[in-house]
Nanobody
Framework: QLQLVESGGGLVQPGGSLRLSCAASGLTSDLYHIGWFRQAPGKEREGVSC????????SYRDSVKGRFTISRDNAKNTVYLQMNSLKPEDTAIYYCAADRRWQCTAGMAYWGKGTLVIVSS
């Protein structure tokens, strides 16, 4: 079983930055593609960004392109989401997910419990 633990969330002012981390354990995490998702109050979960196991492929939803950067350090079994120029509409619980198949959907096999990001003045 692969375990995922998110960290790095918090309260930040609009225009600020946060770096989220997703630490993986339990299985060989570098065999897995990793994605970041978010769910705002009253809204459906949506994909934010995904990265392939080799870091050769990445994807971003349009609203975060140019502001968020996904990366991974397989030696540390950790995937990061650097979030810059944060906006109030980025407020959500952020989840990381993993799957051995390349996809960036809510159907990924393993999920963390999430970390809360609040963007507010």
């Amino acid at each position: 079983q692969l375990q995922l633990v998110e960290s790095g969330g918090g309260l930040v002012q609009p225009g600020g930055s946060l770096r989220l981390s997703c630490a993986a354990s339990g299985l060989t995490s570098d065999l897995y593609h990793i994605g970041w998702f978010r769910q705002a109050p009253g809204k459906e979960r949506e994909g934010v960004s995904c990265i392939s196991r080799s870091s050769g492929s990445t994807s971003y939803r349009d609203s975060v392109k140019g502001r968020f950067t996904i990366s991974r350090d397989n030696a540390k079994n950790t995937v990061y989401l650097q979030m810059n120029s944060l906006k109030p509409e980025d407020t959500a619980i952020y989840y990381c997910a993993a799957d051995r198949r390349w996809q960036c959907t809510a159907g990924m096999a393993y999920w963390g419990k999430g970390t809360l990001v609040i963007v507010s003045s």
